[in-house]
């Protein structure tokens, strides 16, 4: 039995019971004498029927319950079997959801999934375990699913969603975002190695979008202290419930980030976040330096831009398309678009699967900074720098707006190529990075928060935010901490020297690993 403890705050719960073979009813289940108390202050055991109900306030821990079964007979005879039963406790935290990664699997239930099939080793929980932590290079124990629901959609078809986490590389739990997009590039492998279809990668109630011109679309979860469990044969599992809902926002309703606080219609400023909501609009590269964004809005990209101010002639600024090789055969190919420098002239690539285009804009004066904005058309795409268009007429073939399954790379990108490969690209953009400085990033006319990447390396962000101390002892404050961090420096100086390549190493490991 695994239970799974919502912020170590479950109430009483039914977790399990006690596998009883025999079709016999008459049956009394009790603790067997060599049971501690301690475990008994924690479970407890409905004699009759073999259910056992872990108590609230039970710790993390693995708790091994040994239980002796009782049948009676109608000739007055009496059977005693010893039974023994693993608990493992783990806590889930809401930090831990909100950077969970999610699958919607249809025409499957919890109990096939946590089932071993005939003739198979392992259950398809397990191998979905196993596809995760391949996708992102990681060891399986990394990889903990700590929710299955049955449910059933708007037309009552069977679905099961699956919500997990990844401990590891990075940061403790890796952001959604990044997860959802690994396992979307993989999708049709992992339908393959789990057996069953997937539905979404990343659930989301707002697909379709049903909400008015004037409202836009949230899919947001929702947390019940009432765990859900799911019972097979010799096994139990007990997750965390979690919803998700849609809601229909005003767009009128301001939403500031990074602390900023709404003034009527409007973000108040703070130093070093200048956007309208905001966020930090600022972002330099060098030469091998690169970040990575979620899509905002990949069904309907319309429009891109930005400003630049390039450090050197040639690099690669942003790549929007696939970022995983999935190497199943049958895998279509996607749309991309990308933006280089060269001889620090924009250069645009876009289209679909084996069909590519290039639009180089003339660029007659070669400036220190410079503006670009891409604009995407049914039939037409516009490639605009410091107001001077240039247009290109797309076949209805070549058509790019819809980028499924993509994320946003700004600089440096060691995916072109293997992509171009895989998806009989005839050409593709340079893998060399953009050196210099990108800001004011928009798609669809939504400003990016350049400070908040799923991953980076080699960035930097110049404007950094600075709070006012105002306490009369701010000069004792600072020395103290000025005495401290010195202190510290000296007693951590040489394991710094030996482990500082460690971080951009690792990062860099990720990338190679999804990408091969």
Not at 230 to 237: L, R
């Amino acid at each position: 039995i695994t239970v799974y403890n919502y912020n170590g705050a479950i109430s009483d719960a039914a977790i399990g019971r006690v596998s009883l073979d025999s079709s016999n009813m008459d049956k009394i289940c009790q603790w067997d004498d060599t049971v501690s108390q301690a475990s008994r202050r924690y479970f407890e055991i409905n004699d009759s029927t073999g259910i056992i109900t872990m108590r609230e306030g039970t710790p993390e821990g693995i708790y091994l319950l040994h239980f002796i079964v009782t049948e009676r007979f109608n000739d007055a005879s009496k059977y005693k079997i010893s039974k023994k039963v693993k608990v493992t406790v783990k806590k889930v935290l809401k930090k831990h959801i909100d950077r969970s990664g999610s699958i919607r699997f249809l025409n499957v239930t919890g109990e096939q999934i946590l089932a071993k099939e005939k003739g198979s080793s392992t259950a398809p929980k397990e191998r979905l375990e196993m596809s995760i932590a391949s996708a992102l290079n990681v060891t399986q124990d990394k990889v903990v699913i700590f929710s299955i629901q049955n449910e059933k959609d708007q037309t009552n078809q069977t679905i099961l969603n699956v919500r997990y986490l990844v401990h590891g590389l990075l940061q403790s739990e890796y952001l959604p975002e990044f997860l959802n997009t690994v396992l979307t590039g993989r999708k049709q492998t992992l339908e393959q190695i789990v057996g069953f279809p997937v539905l979404q990668v990343g659930i989301d109630e707002c697909i379709p979008n049903s909400c008015s011109e004037y409202h836009f679309c949230n899919s947001k979860f929702h947390v019940s202290s009432t765990p859900i469990t799911i019972h097979t044969e010799g096994n139990a599992f007990t997750g965390v419930n979690v919803t998700v809902q849609k809601e229909c926002v005003d767009r009128k309703i301001i939403t500031c980030l990074n602390g900023g606080s709404p003034v009527d219609d409007h973000c108040s400023y703070l130093k070093g976040f200048e956007g309208p909501k905001c966020e930090k609009i600022e972002i330099s590269f060098e030469e091998n330096g690169y970040a990575i964004y979620p899509l905002i809005d990949p069904g309907n990209t319309t429009s891109i831009s930005m400003e630049l101010a390039p450090n050197s002639e040639d690099g690669l600024v942003l790549y929007i398309g696939p970022w995983i090789v999935d190497h199943n055969p049958e895998a279509p190919a996607l749309e991309f678009l990308a933006l280089e420098l060269i001889a620090k002239r924009p250069v645009l690539w876009f289209g679909v699967g084996g069909n590519i285009e290039r639009l180089r804009h003339p660029s007659v004066q070669q400036r220190n900074s410079f503006s670009i904005e891409i604009v995407i058309f049914p039939d037409m795409i516009q490639l605009i720098v410091d107001g001077y268009k240039m247009r290109f007429s797309t076949s209805r073939d070549a058509r790019v707006k819809h980028f499924t399954n993509s994320i946003l790379h700004l600089g440096d990108s060691s995916i072109t190529q293997p992509l171009g490969a895989r998806f009989n690209w005839t050409d593709v953009a340079q893998s060399k990075g953009f050196a210099g400085t990108i800001r004011n990033l928009k798609i669809n006319n939504r400003t990016y928060d350049l400070g908040q990447p799923i991953l980076a390396k080699l960035v930097s962000w110049n404007a950094e935010t600075i709070y006012s101390l105002r306490s009369p002892y701010t000069l004792m404050i600072i020395i103290s901490f000025v005495a401290g961090l010195i202190w510290m420096m000296i007693t951590f100086v040489v394991r710094k020297h030996r482990t500082g390549r460690k971080q951009d190493d690792s990062v860099d490991d990720i990338k190679t690993a999804l990408v091969s």
